[in-house]
């Protein structure tokens, strides 16, 4: 499934990235520790968490992630968006629950 029809089901806001919304989705990794994701998170897959800082992104980007996805209404700090601009990783955000969102998500790839 593309990035795009995610967002759209699901009616994500696009924080950086609208030009990559074409990506193919794989699946989805919930996790707010960044040694957990780089251990067994897997390349297509969209990470749901939220952590805000630009680390974030360099993790995403060493696993080839889909996209980052921040919930409970977490906004991405100045210098994490213009890194994700540099890596091309698309940063997008809802206001759902972790729990909540990876339930739908989980339904929608299926």
């Known amino acids: 499934m593309k990035l795009?029809?995610?967002k759209e089901s699901l009616n994500l806001k696009v924080y950086l990235g609208e030009e990559l919304l074409d990506r193919e989705v794989t699946g989805?990794?919930?996790s707010d520790l960044l040694s957990d994701v780089m251990g067994h998170?897997?390349?297509?897959e969209l990470w749901i968490?939220?952590?805000?800082h630009k680390n974030v992104v360099g993790v995403a980007s060493l696993k080839d992630l889909s996209a980052i996805i921040l919930v409970k209404g977490f906004t991405p700090e100045?210098?994490?968006l213009?890194?994700?601009?540099n890596?091309?990783?698309?940063?997008?955000?809802?206001?759902?629950?972790?729990?909540?969102f990876c339930g739908i998500l989980y339904n929608l790839l299926k």
């Open 78 to 80: 100045k210098d994490t």
């Open 41 to 44: 998170a897997s390349e297509g």
């Open 4 to 6: 795009r029809e995610i």
């Open 28 to 30: 989805g990794y919930a």
């Open 87 to 100: 890596e091309s990783i698309p940063v997008l955000g809802t206001d759902m629950q972790t729990f909540e």
């Open 49 to 52: 968490t939220l952590q805000t």
């Open 82 to 85: 213009e890194l994700a601009e």
